[in-house]
């Protein structure tokens, strides 16, 4: 019996069901700042206050999720009750095309080492291959030994790591060179955009996990879509494409908050075609970081894969620095 069908067939709440937002979503929260306690930075308290005002709208958030089906693929996972009481999650997060992330995997403090972990990811790993997911990737802090030998048993396999570069509000922008570089830096209009999604396919970002996901949702999804996400969050996104005739070799993006003293920061993403690094890095993110030094003052994050060592060079001549640093790790699931 599988933990979906075992979810289905219990009598009472106990054991694992499937994540409802308005019934979990608060609960979901608590658990979260308890499980992972001082793991969490500025960044994750601040997307948990956003989720515990999200769940003050209970049932009615239901009901906005059947108004708004593609917001499920935010609000999947599943959940275990003991006694009634909602003791572990784990959150399945779609991505395209057939790619999901595992995210926020966690039992209370006062449940663990009875096996509730392995059973919960068991029920989540039926329910994305239910769901049409060829594979699952999720991130861990490679010092996360628990975390990664419950993996390894579950049959998950270790990948790159991911590096997450700072800057710091108000530090200048660096000058673009002047000199003939060969290619041109042009302003990346992101919906729907075919050579941007051609640029992604060849560098692989749409396996990358968490340095593409910015950028395959900017290229893949339509602009009216776009624009009510950027509106919800308080933001504006801007892109720079570095050009030769009508093929991308990168481009870069970054979304802005309006009001980063409640917002927090700017997040910034990158691609490069494999057979571009080391050239179009430096006047990229010399663009990108003019884009940033007229937006409100506020730090400014990247996360950037271990294999983009030039991408890395040059945020580091700008001014970032390293923050953590993840663990990637995939299994690819069996056809349905």
């Known amino acids: ?3 979906i069908t075992a979810s289905r067939s219990i009598g009472g709440p106990d054991g694992p069901c499937r994540f409802e937002p308005g019934r979990d979503l608060r609960a979901v929260v608590a658990l979260l700042e308890a499980g992972f306690q001082d793991d969490l930075d500025e960044r994750d308290r601040r997307w948990l206050r956003d989720l515990s005002t999200l769940s003050g709208a209970g049932p009615a958030l239901d009901w906005m999720m059947r108004l708004l089906p593609r917001a499920e693929t935010g609000f999947c996972g599943m959940v275990w009750y003991e006694d009634g009481r909602l003791v572990a999650n784990v ?3 779609r991505r395209p095309p057939d790619i999901w992330t595992i995210a926020n995997v966690v039992t209370h403090p006062s449940m663990r080492r009875r096996g509730i972990a392995v059973r919960l990811m068991d029920a989540a790993l039926a329910l994305a291959t239910e769901r049409g997911a060829a594979r699952v990737q999720l991130h861990v802090r490679p010092d996360n030994e628990p975390a990664l030998a419950l993996y390894d048993r ?4 270790r990948g790159g790591r991911t590096t997450t570069l700072r800057r710091s509000a ?3 922008a660096p000058a673009v060179t002047a000199t003939d570089i060969g290619f041109s830096v042009q302003p990346w209009r992101q919906p729907r955009d075919a050579r941007a999604m051609r640029l992604m396919t060849r560098a692989g970002s749409y396996a990358q996990g968490i340095p593409g996901e910015l950028l395959v949702r900017s290229a893949d999804r339509g602009k009216l879509r776009l624009r009510f996400d950027d509106w919800l969050h ?5 892109g720079w494409a570095v050009s030769t005739g009508a093929t991308y070799r990168a481009v870069s993006l ?5 009001e980063p003293g409640l917002r927090g920061i700017h997040r910034m993403a990158v691609v490069i075609d494999p057979a571009w690094q080391g050239r179009a890095e430096e006047p990229l993110i010399a663009r990108t970081l003019e884009s940033v030094a007229r937006a409100p003052k506020a730090p400014v994050e990247i996360e950037v894969a271990g294999a983009q060592e030039a991408l890395r060079d040059v945020l580091v001549s700008a001014g970032f620095e390293s923050s953590r640093t993840l663990q990637r790790l995939t299994k690819d699931l069996p056809a349905t």
Do not use: C, E, K, W
């Open 154 to 157: 579950l049959g998950f396999l």
């Open 91 to 93: 959150s399945l997060i």
């Open 254 to 258: 970054v979304l802005l908050q309006q």
């Open 234 to 238: 308080g933001r504006s996104r801007v």
């Open 170 to 172: 108000g530090v200048p």
């Open 1 to 3: 019996m599988t933990g």
